[in-house]
């Protein structure tokens, strides 16, 4: 088992920053890729970025390319998303996932429970 909790969320206005954390306990963290997802209102949860095993090779969705970074910490078994430049269209909980690393939600073994980001215009 692996027990992920996030914190760092909050309200932001339009072009402001936060830094997502997502400590791990458990299973040792370090065997596992790490993702985060968002979830906005009304809509499906959606891959934002992952960070693999290993080379700790990033990957982002189109929309957060330059805006967002993702590392791992694995002797703080911290896995972070600094997100700056927000947009209104950033607004959703986030959540960060133990798995492979890809972009579905179904490649994932373990979620936090979520923090919620709000960016205000």
């Known amino acids: 088992q692996v027990q992920l909790v996030e914190s760092g969320g909050g309200l932001v206005q339009a072009g402001g920053s936060l830094r997502l954390s997502c400590a791990a306990s458990?299973?040792?963290?370090?065997?596992?890729?790490m993702g985060w997802f968002r979830q906005a209102p009304g809509k499906e949860r959606a891959f934002v970025a992952s960070?693999?095993?290993?080379?700790?090779?990033?990957y982002y969705i189109d929309s957060v390319k330059g805006r967002f970074t993702i590392s791992k910490d694995n002797a703080k078994n911290t896995v972070y998303l600094q997100m700056n430049s927000l947009k209104p269209e950033d607004t959703a909980v986030y959540y960060c996932a133990a798995g492979t690393g890809s972009p579905s939600p179904g490649d994932y073994d373990y979620w936090g429970q979520g923090t919620q980001v709000t960016v205000s215009s």
């Open positions: 458990g299973r040792t963290f370090s065997s596992f890729a």
């Open positions: 960070i693999t095993l290993g080379r700790r090779i990033p």
